[in-house]
Structure formats: structure tokens, C-alpha cells
């Protein structure tokens, strides 16, 4: 039976309510995860748990149809010290609804449950729909949706097979974008940078001073450019962040300089092209900490997209990572609230972008699924 849209954004905004009231930090957020899975059970869904992260499957799943996941996170940052309201009181005032975690990503997932809850127990659609409420996305931890995808109860609830799962997926991750179409973003990958020289005597000029060694390869990472540019992304980036040594003595020549680089890479490369580029350039020994945070992108001729260009959005290329890099398939970024209020103090969303949002994602998903 269809649900009212009017019933369900009126439910979404009290279930932020709840979210908001409840402290969910990065690997915390068991509590949230029990509002979240106790409010689809009262819906009638059978909602499914794995750790701190909560799915269901639409009632009428059929494996022989492509799958949509709506996919967003309930962990959320600390509350930052300028916060002049209580970061966990779901206030309403003059159509702001504050609290920690209500832009980012509190409305982008609630408007997914009210859509998810809408097209829940309709037949004949297109695409399966599959919701998953995930945490850690914050700290781009293993135990979210990385989890989630991998865990053999999900694979088993969404007819996947383990050897070849998710053929024929997309998705729909929730995150702040003022409800227009991320199309791309950039991968994140931090490298840890080692130059070695040999330790001496400053006073008697002995040794190799690998600080120096490291600021030759420094001034390679600040001069470089990458020839590949985005149309969405634009260049890729490399900066130094951290710079240290284990010597602590005034007086002897460092054999060890470790500095840190973070580098933002765009579509056109992959991350084993831009590794082999910077090792062919510099002396340090390179070691990437990890290499799951890749850039991504979706057709712009993908039924998504195509779906909200006829809504009249927009698409940009966005320079924030989110959990779409560590999906297999390709996902649409889209969102209500501003990413601009993300971990700020005071943060809020519009109680009109939440109703916006709930009514896009049930559009863009009709368009697909009819």
C-alpha cells in the first residue's frame, strides 16, 4: 500500500528528532542504530542488523531485477567547541531544526527512510530497492558500509552471489549537496613519505641529512602538476601536511625525515597511475596508508542522472569524499541540507529541505522504477 508523502515527511522530521537527541559518534552509534531499526519494524519492514549498520529490502525483492540502494550514515563528528546551542536539543525555530548530525547527513538519511517506506510494499517496480542505514562514515571506517557490502547475511538478503556480487547495482548516497546531482569526486590517498640519509656530527659536517633529501622531493610534490584535468574535478592535488624526524639532539645530522602527503585525485586517474608517477620522481620510499578511498564517477547518460537532469538539477563534480568510493558500482551523491554546514557549530537544516528531499528522492526513484 502506498504511504502519504505528507504522513512520511511529518514522520522523517520527528525520527531526525530522535537521531539528533541520541549521540551517535563515529563507532558509537548503537543507540541510533535502535531508533532506526525499531522505527522500519514499526512500519511493518523487515529491517535486518549487522553491527551498527541497519538494512531492509523492498517486500517484493526479486533477484532477477537491478538493485538501487539508498544509502546513508548516522555516525556523526564531535560537537566543536563554538557551539552556543546544546549540539543534542532538536530544537525547531523559524523552520531550522538544529542538533549534531542534522544536515550532515540526518536529513539526507531520513528523506531516504520516508522514500524507502513509500515504494516499500509496491509491486512491479523496475529496480529492487534496498535502504541501508550505515555508521563510521565519518572516519571512513572499515565497519560501515564497507562492512555492510561484504557481510554474507546482506549478500544472502539481496540475492547476491559472493563471487559475483553487485552486477547491476547503483545507488543513491545521502550527503548535503542542496539536493543537486555529485556526479564525481575525488579520491583520497594519504601517503606516508620516508627519505633516509646517514646519521653524523653537525659540528664536524658528517653524514647525510635526510631533512634535506626530503625537501628536494617536498619541492617536487609543490611544483607538480598532474596533465590529466576533470571537466568535473578539475586537477588532482598533492599536499605536504606533516613533516617530523626521530632526532631530538640539536646536534646531529638526522638520518630519517618522514613527511606526510595528502593527495586528492581525480577520475581520469587511477591510483595505482598516480603512484607509479610519484615514485618515478622522487627518492623517499612512498607507503599509501590505503587505497580504498578512490575517486569515482557515474555516466552522465545513467538513468539516475538522466532522471534528475529531466527534475531540472544540476551535476558538479564534488571535492568531499563520502561513502560512494567504497562502493563497486556506480552512485549518485545527492542530498538536502548544504555541505557548507557540515561540522560546524550550530548546525541545522531547513524543515522545507528535508519535505524537498523526501519528495525528490520518491521523483528520481519513480522515474526509474515505473
Known amino acids: 500500500m502506498m504511504q502519504d508523502i505528507n504522513i512520511l515527511q511529518q514522520e522523517a522530521i520527528a525520527l531526525l528528532q530522535q537521531l539528533i537527541a541520541t549521540p551517535s559518534f563515529s563507532r558509537e552509534e548503537d543507540k541510533t542504530a535502535d531508533i532506526i531499526f525499531n522505527y522500519l519494524q514499526q512500519k511493518g519492514i523487515a529491517a535486518q542488523r549487522i553491527n551498527n549498520n541497519v538494512f531492509a529490502v523492498n517486500q517484493y525483492f526479486d533477484a532477477s531485477k537491478p538493485v538501487v540502494l539508498l544509502n546513508s550514515h548516522h555516525d556523526t563528528v564531535k560537537p566543536n567547541p563554538q557551539y552556543t546551542k546544546d549540539p543534542f536539543a532538536p530544537i525547531i525555530d523559524e523552520g531550522k531544526l538544529y542538533g549534531l548530525g542534522s544536515n550532515d547527513a540526518g536529513g539526507c538519511l531520513v528523506s531516504l527512510i520516508a522514500a524507502f517506506c513509500f515504494f516499500y510494499g509496491q509491486q512491479g517496480l523496475a529496480y529492487n530497492i534496498v535502504l541501508a542505514a550505515t555508521a563510521e562514515e565519518e572516519i571512513s571506517g572499515t565497519g560501515g558500509v564497507e562492512l555492510l557490502l561484504q557481510h554474507p547475511d546482506f549478500l544472502s538478503a539481496t540475492g547476491q552471489a559472493a563471487e559475483n556480487a553487485y552486477h547491476n547495482w547503483t545507488a543513491i548516497v545521502g550527503e548535503p549537496t542542496l539536493l543537486q546531482m555529485a556526479v564525481a569526486e575525488r579520491g583520497l590517498m594519504v601517503l606516508d613519505c620516508t627519505s633516509h640519509g646517514k646519521a653524523g656530527h653537525a659540528a664536524r659536517g658528517e653524514g647525510e641529512n635526510a631533512i634535506y633529501k626530503a625537501i628536494k622531493d617536498i619541492q617536487w610534490f609543490n611544483g607538480f602538476t598532474f596533465d590529466k584535468v576533470s571537466d568535473l574535478l578539475g586537477p588532482s592535488r598533492m599536499n605536504v601536511t606533516v613533516i617530523e624526524t626521530e632526532n631530538k639532539q640539536h646536534n646531529v645530522v638526522p638520518a630519517v625525515c618522514k613527511f606526510v602527503v595528502d593527495t586528492r585525485i581525480n577520475e581520469l586517474y587511477s591510483f595505482e597511475e598516480a603512484l607509479a608517477i610519484i615514485r618515478a620522481n622522487v627518492d623517499c620510499e612512498i607507503k599509501p596508508r590505503s587505497t580504498r578511498l578512490r575517486s569515482t564517477s557515474i555516466a552522465l547518460d545513467h538513468p539516475l542522472v538522466k532522471a534528475g537532469l529531466e527534475m531540472n538539477k ?30 560546524t557549530a550550530d548546525e541545522f537544516i531547513f524543515i522545507e529541505e528535508i519535505h524537498q528531499g523526501v519528495r525528490d528522492y520518491i521523483t528520481i526513484l519513480q522515474k526509474i522504477c515505473k
Request: net charge positive; hydrophobic share 25%; charged share 15%.
Open 314 to 343: 544540476t551535476y558538479y563534480g564534488s571535492p568531499t569524499t563520502s561513502d560512494k568510493a567504497l562502493m563497486s558500482f556506480q552512485a549518485l551523491k545527492m542530498g538536502p541540507g548544504d555541505s557548507a554546514r557540515s561540522h
